[in-house]
């Protein structure tokens, strides 16, 4: 493979080179992960897109905000990139047709470009090939990167980690309840958008922005916000409402923190926490080996029956670890 | 170091060589280490405790309770032990006293053994050292080992993974409110304790202690449970009232999960949930080396500057670790 060509039209901003790059970061393959990362190391550096995290759960119309908010910033002569961190997902590659019909017109749009979740069943692999496609769409020069995942626990603070700024979008609640949005997930978003408000659904939209309004102000503040955010505002995507307010909120926010070196800060921070990361993953991933899990299986059940303590299983088993990699290398 | 003679001593239930043995496993010298594995797999293999749990957030009463049913205990003739688990703990080893003074008559009993939670700042670490230790108390003699930990968050779950039966404390609340306990701790609680049920708090004891019965109709019914648990029950440690009670409802426990196979096969999954987590623990242990923290240091920051990709970083640790790895072996 010609990592030097492949790196060159990704830098082109060929998407069936990034298509296939993406594909190389997703696979497990040691060569493959070795091509992965010459090609990662050698893309520009000094390209920026902003990333953009967004969450929401099923039904609250995210598929919908992605189309509408895509298609005005293609519109505009931007680049859009759209990827999904879902590691609950078991679509395979073949299926990116079921995003793709999710946002019809959008994939349909030059300067647009839609990967769906690598088909992994641990957060851990997801959130690294995921990290790398993000990687490998700003080289391509994408100006916009959008991060989408489900509202369900570990995901948001994995994306979090991958983006600049982080969009939680919710449907219009009934009543004042705040429909059970996880604290953590309240104190990564940095703007709250109520999406639906529109027809029927507009006044409760109207009562659920005021309530989110309220609680973003019970949060502690957090250094990296200028004055009035985190911020919850109203959209609705199925008409095309309230798009322009976001993106400008969007803009502003950016040109603030880059002033106020939040920016680079963060980013900085982002990519020591994924340099950790993947020591640790690595570390771990001894475990996964035909080998090791067979060991694992024999040495737990001599500790479950307790013909072994934990402590001298555990010793066993990383003296023979230790054993077998020497006698690799 | 005798450890033959040590293990010897722990069996035959010497109190200081228990509290010695203790100081062996939860310090993290290497040689310390290797005496402790050693330590471990000498002590006598017949030997069960009864292992409970125990959590409650600060004021509820926790050493109150302790001080009361420990002291029933051993007026019946058992020999109690009582380990803290408290990962954000700052107590030195000298500050034993702090504890014994908690438990002043108990600390002084005959029979009793009280040991603080080992200083440490990660879970992890205060996990194996605490786990260890009940399994030194087990090898020691001691028919109950109340282990008790703090109502906040993680160190729940661990304690859970050492103890046959987990109960929870709580103090009586106002109204109908369930005191925000988390779902996760009220799904390992075998039985709920509302103390302080006298004076006063009676009236309000009662409601919260039918709340509870109610909301833990509602949990998923686990397989361990016989019918009616788990359950909710008031006591007053201060008066001493309703701890026969308690022990009744353990003692009934304890004896139909053993009659059910539960019991054993309860402690056989913990026993392979602590050799795994050993292995993954010593695994990642590399990485807090001097050597290795420098390196992190080092690669970290150029990550963080953008000369270098997180992969690339990753990678050049990691060859680093097993070179200095290879020339020690």
């Not at 679509?91 to 979740?117: C, H, V, Y």
């Not at 603030?256 to 991933?285: C, I, P």
Request: aromatic share 4%.
């Amino acid at each position: 493979m010609d990592i030097g060509d492949l790196a060159e039209r990704v830098a082109q901003g060929e998407r069936r080179a990034l298509a296939r790059a993406i594909t190389l970061v997703e696979s497990a393959r040691p060569d493959h992960r070795d091509h992965a990362a010459a090609l990662l190391d050698s893309l520009p550096k000094d390209r920026q897109a902003l990333r953009i995290g967004l969450s929401g759960t099923p039904g609250v119309g995210k598929s919908t905000f992605i189309e509408s908010f895509g298609m005005m910033l293609v519109a505009q002569g931007l680049k859009v990139a759209v990827l999904a961190v879902d590691p609950s997902s078991t679509r395979s590659g073949g299926s990116i047709l079921g995003d793709k019909t999710r946002m019809d017109r959008l994939s349909r749009a030059k300067g647009a470009f839609i990967r769906p979740s690598p088909s992994q069943t641990h957060l851990g692999g997801v959130a690294r090939r995921s990290r790398e496609a993000v990687a490998l769409c700003e080289g391509a020069g994408f100006d916009v990167i959008l991060i989408e995942t489900v509202g369900v626990g570990q995901s948001e603070t994995v994306v979090a980690q991958m983006a600049d700024i982080f969009l939680l979008l919710l449907a219009p609640a009934g009543g004042d309840e705040l429909q059970g949005v996880k604290r953590g997930i309240m104190e990564i978003a940095d703007i709250i958008l109520i999406n639906k408000a529109d027809g029927d659904l507009r006044a409760a939209a109207t009562r659920t922005c005021a309530d989110y309004t309220g609680a973003l102000r019970l949060l502690r503040k957090r250094p990296q916000d200028p004055p009035g955010y985190p911020k919850a505002m109203m959209v609705s995507a199925l008409q095309e409402a309230g798009l322009n307010d976001v993106w400008a909120e969007l803009s502003a926010l950016t040109e603030w923190r880059k002033t106020n070196g939040f920016w680079d800060a963060t980013r900085s921070e982002q990519a020591r926490y994924w340099f950790e990361q993947e020591v640790r993953n690595t570390l771990l991933s001894q475990l996964e080996s035909t080998a090791a899990r067979h060991m694992l299986a024999i040495l737990g059940a001599q500790v479950a029956s307790g013909d072994m303590t934990p402590s001298v299983a555990a010793e066993r088993f990383l003296t023979d670890l230790k054993n077998s990699n020497a006698s690799k290398s």
